[in-house]
């Protein structure tokens, strides 16, 4: 059964830190890759950043990039998102979740929210200005 589970949202002022945690069980080995998405309110999920599981490479999406960092910590089975310098626009529910279908990580592409397919309940993250 797979499961995703986030951890550390909260609210912040901007310029702060948080570190969300993303507890998975299930077909982690099958799975082509493991991002974190958000939703803000009245707007469409949006991917964050990912890692593909094979190869361990890492994806950013150009808002987040040099602020944001996700990493994973394989024997626990745990993903994570370090973001600082937030900003009030990063507010949103943050998701993890699986993209498990090779040819849509490979024809859609992996920050496209789209080709996820088993999402966490999310946690929600508030900056405030």
């Known amino acids: 059964q797979v499961q995703l589970v986030e951890s550390g949202g909260g609210s912040v002022q901007s310029g702060g830190s948080l570190r969300l945690s993303c507890a998975t069980s299930?077909?982690?080995?099958?799975?082509?890759?493991i991002g974190w998405l958000r939703q803000a309110p009245g707007k469409e999920r949006e991917a964050v950043s990912c890692?593909?599981?094979?190869?361990?490479?890492?994806y950013y999406t150009d808002f987040v990039k040099g602020r944001f960092t996700i990493s994973r910590d394989k024997a626990k089975s745990m993903v994570y998102l370090h973001m600082n310098n937030l900003k009030a626009e990063d507010t949103a529910v943050y998701y993890c979740?699986?993209?498990?279908?090779?040819?849509?990580?490979?024809?859609?592409?992996?920050?496209?929210?789209?080709?996820?397919?088993?999402w966490g309940q999310g946690t929600q993250v508030t900056v405030s200005s």
């Open positions: 979740a699986f993209l498990t279908d090779r040819w849509k990580g490979e024809h859609l592409g992996v920050l496209v929210a789209g080709a996820y397919d088993y």
């Open positions: 299930g077909f982690t080995a099958d799975v082509y890759a």
């Open positions: 890692i593909v599981n094979s190869d361990d490479n890492r």
